[in-house]
């Protein structure tokens, strides 16, 4: 095993439907939405509650108590394993992994070049936090290819094991090549697993997967983001990354799984959905909820009951306006009220990829009455994670891809206690 591996601050409200984003600053006190049925009368009554006559904060305004920590900055890197991070112009696609003994992993791609964004002779690089994504190692490299492309990527914890196991897409080419760039199935695209036994101080040579693929040659999308291990049912300790594949007959929406601690991937039952980049969390009776990007400004939203296998839904949540951007969704125990458990989903909502919101729902992601703006500025790609010390992890792109940064809240802040 080596170091690397080189191988050739106020609510705003969702419950109406939103068809401009720009409106989300203009739901107030007025607003009076249709009440979808929820599971009791105290659950109705909390909910009703969230949802009083405070405005939306303007736009540019932060709030003095979440104050963004950044983890990788372009310019500023020194990465284990590379001459110079100075080549790299983009950090992009983050995974945040919370390991068994409290260790905090944030791998995401290096970019070499921004001129086309996914073949751009990505390489996947890290760091390590112990003390809850206060404070940063120094970058380590993981995996390059030299010159092609890595993406995208996605990273799946086993607590079992503790192995943190991470999935990607290559492309094959030189990233300066024009063929890198179509979307039709090619042998040259080929997908690869890797592994950590060490909260990410060292990884495993990759190990090629692409016979286990749904349709070989085709892009295949892991995340991006993280997977989940099943905490219950029949599967319990079953892997799951959500993704998919896309080529000339479209977009596929799917999961990667494996019941043998990542030795092999399976696929599930592959849905048209015209976007594979997804989010997934697993709810205390065992039902697994799945977060898609969208098109229609809306996330898309669906369940699955067997485990990652089939999913029914996926259709536009009129509660979770976003742009076109992959977002994140986790569950997150109520440390004051045992027993509620609650599933947060980030994504921004504002022109240019603006805006961070985190969300909330307390009946298993059916209705979102709680809503925030956690960061006002540029904010893309997200992840969220549950950190050691009880806080809650927003971690995302911003700067014009130029920095990947967190920012920590408790449920406290995001629901007004």
Known sequence: MTHHNQVGPTPIHTAVEVRDCSQLDRLGSKTNPPWPQLHSNAVKIFALLTMLTIPCPASDKADARLKPIDIFTVGREVIEGVD????????????AVVTEKDVLVMICQARNDSAWSDRSGQDLVCKTSTDSARTWSQGRLIVTHGDKSICPNAAVYDRLTGRIHLLYN?????YQDPASRKSWPDPRR??????SDNDGQTWSKPREISHMMRRPGSICIFGSGEGIQLAHGPHKGRLIVPGGHFDDDG??????YSDDAGQTWKTGEPVPCGACESSIAELPDGTVLVNNRGLKGYRRWGISTDQGITWSGLDHHKQLPSVSCNGSIITAKDPQ???????????PVGKGRRRGVVSAS?????????SKVAVPGPFAYSSLAVLPDGHIGLFYETNEYEKVCVVRFTLGWLLDR
């Not at 080549?87 to 995974?95: G, I, S």
């Not at 009220?337 to 994504?347: D, E, F, H, I, N």
Request: charged share 30%.
């Open 84 to 95: 110079d991070a100075r080549k790299y112009v983009r950090y992009r696609e983050q995974c």
């Open 170 to 174: 290559l492309f094959e080419w030189p």
């Open 190 to 195: 080929r997908q690869y697993h890797l592994y």
């Open 251 to 256: 977009k596929k929406f799917y999961v990667y």
């Open 337 to 347: 009220q045992p027993g509620r458990t609650y599933v947060l989903c980030s994504r």
């Open 362 to 370: 307390i009946d298993g992601g059916k209705t979102w009455p709680i």
